[in-house]
Structures are given as C-alpha cells and as structure tokens.
C-alpha cells in the first residue's frame, strides 16, 4: 500500500494527460513539471523544495516498510510454531459467488488496457461511440516508420541496455556482498540498493538536473548520460532482490569446496556462483530493462532538455498533443511498453516461479 501511494504520488504521466482538468495541475509531480524552469530560463527554486516534500514522504514509507519487513521476518522465528491452516467447503453456490467477484474484479481492472488497445488500432472515434468507427494498424506503422516517433524508440532501448548491463554488475556485486560478508555497514548497503524503488522519479529527475547544469554531463546539451544513470539508480533494486534471492538458496559450501580445491574467490565467483544464479540473475535484469523501458518521470523532465535524445515515454506525452491522431500514436506506443512488460513478467514468473514476488524490492 505504501508503495502504491509513493508510485502514485510521484506521477507526472498522468496529471500531464488531465491537465485540462484543474485537478490534475494541482497534484505535487505536475508542479514540478510545470516549474522547473522561471520564466527567466533559470531553475525554479519551488521545483526542488515540492521533490523535497515528495522525498520526505517516501523516506518515512520506506522506513515503514523495512519497519514490517522486520517485525515479520522476527515473527517467524519461533521455537515449534505449526502452520495449522483451516479450510472451509464453500459449496457450489459459494465457488460461483468467488468466481463471479474475481470475474468482475479482473475485467475492471483490464479496462484501461483494453482503452488503450482500442485507442490504438483506432483512426476515427465519434464522440459517443463506444467503439472506435474506424480500425486499423497505421498508428503502429507510423511509430515504426516517422523518424522522430522511432528514434525515440531507439532511444529508449539503448538507454535501457546500457542501464541493464550496470544493474547486472553493480547490482550482482551487491547482493553477493549483502547475503555472504559480514561486515560492518552492510545492513546500510541493503538499504541504499534498496531504497531507489521508493524514491519519486522527480525527485531524483530534479536533483541530476539542477546538479549538472553547466557541467559535462550539462542535460540541456545530451541527457543521455544523465537518463542512463537515473535508470540504473531507479530499477536496479529488481536485479539486486532477484541476485539475492538466488544467493540465500544456494549453500555457501559450494562455494567453500571450490576455494578447497584450490580456485581463488574470484575463479569461484564467475565459475561456481554466477551459473548457479544466473537464471535470477537474468529475471531480474529483464525486469530491470522493462521498466527502464517504461520509466516516465524521469524521462520526461530529464528527456525534455533536449528533444533530439529524449526517450519514449517523452514522446509519448509529446505526440499526445502536437500531432493529429496524437491520442491514437500515443496509445500504439503504450501498447509497446505494455507488450514489453507483459512478456518480461511472463518470463520471469516461468524463470523464478515461487522466487518472482522478491524482485518487488522487499
């Protein structure tokens, strides 16, 4: 729940799509959004007092749950504590009743994703009508085929390979030092590869922008650097729990014969403990790449600065409103992010199975 609210409260996708709506400009992410920049083309000093705000709230969410997290795990240890489950026979009319809630519970939630998928293949919409009044698949062809539309495309998967090879060596790194060394600080550095999930993307979005104004890594010449960087600090946490959880099932004995029988703790890192978890290894990295892929409040404050590298979901919220048809490209972009993120999870729950719900973070 209270990741739920950071990830709603930190949004600036969706009041920027209802920004007609008065609503919708007064939540805290469009704020920043919209005050970014004075009207003298410096950095707005309210901008980064509201990422301020946003980032005192997640703190204390997270510390919440590491709070929980902690309690539970504690809980669990006891001497001669029986899981005793009871089961009740709800009978058919029961069975019914269930299925029929789930069936209603399902089909609401599926809703924005048909819209979109309706959207999508749309050319025409009467106002009124509940389906689109005439079909087609030339928005997908478009965002394949017109040049800005497909660098941003481009754009996006580069920033995310780039992103996913140093979630896989940073974030691998990590969790081998969080689940086998014991040293001081290192409950410290769980947090820190843990916490970035929590953290609003405009926060950190605001931080990079006004910390590398006049810099090398200047966003308003090539946020690329920048982009590549926010990824990596925001999805890496996927690939160090999916790492971790790989680590706490494999038996440090393995690892102990191998240094007996005379390898060096390196040969025994990239020999015996990678291949043995290299399957979480890689669920976690296609998690990590997805939702890079996806990333939205970074993308658009940082990916604004300069047009010609901003990624897809900038362009998403560009072709909304610059171009006609606009909604319908916009959603045919959606519905590539969404067939992404489909696949991805897909895989992972086939990789990980009972091991998928650690990559969450917690």
Known sequence: SILTFILSIEDVGTPIVFQEYLQARKTMAYQIFIKIFSPTGDINPVAPAIGTILLV???IGFLVIRKYVALRNY????????????TKDVGRIGEILILLFFIVVISVALIPHIGVFLLSIAQEWLTGAIFPTKWGIQNYIFIFTYPDVFNAIKNSFIYSTVATFFMIIIG???AYI???????GIVLLDVISTIPIAIPGVVIAIGYFTGFLGTPLDPLVNPAPLLIIAYTVRRITFTVRAAYSGLIQTHEELEEVSLNMGANKTQTFFRIVIPLIGISILAGAMMSFVYAMA??????????ANQDYAPITWK?????FEIAGGPYVAA????????LQAVAIALVNTLLKQRASVITGL
């Open 57 to 59: 709230f997640a703190i």
């Open 75 to 86: 809980a669990m240890i006891s001497k001669g504590g029986v899981w005793n489950p009871r």
């Open 172 to 174: 691998t790194s990590a």
């Open 178 to 184: 969080v689940a086998r060394k014991k040293i001081p």
């Open 295 to 304: 990333e939205t409040s970074t993308s658009i404050i940082l990916g604004g």
């Open 316 to 320: 998403i919220q560009d072709v909304l």
């Open 332 to 339: 045919a972009l959606g519905m590539l992010l969404m067939i």
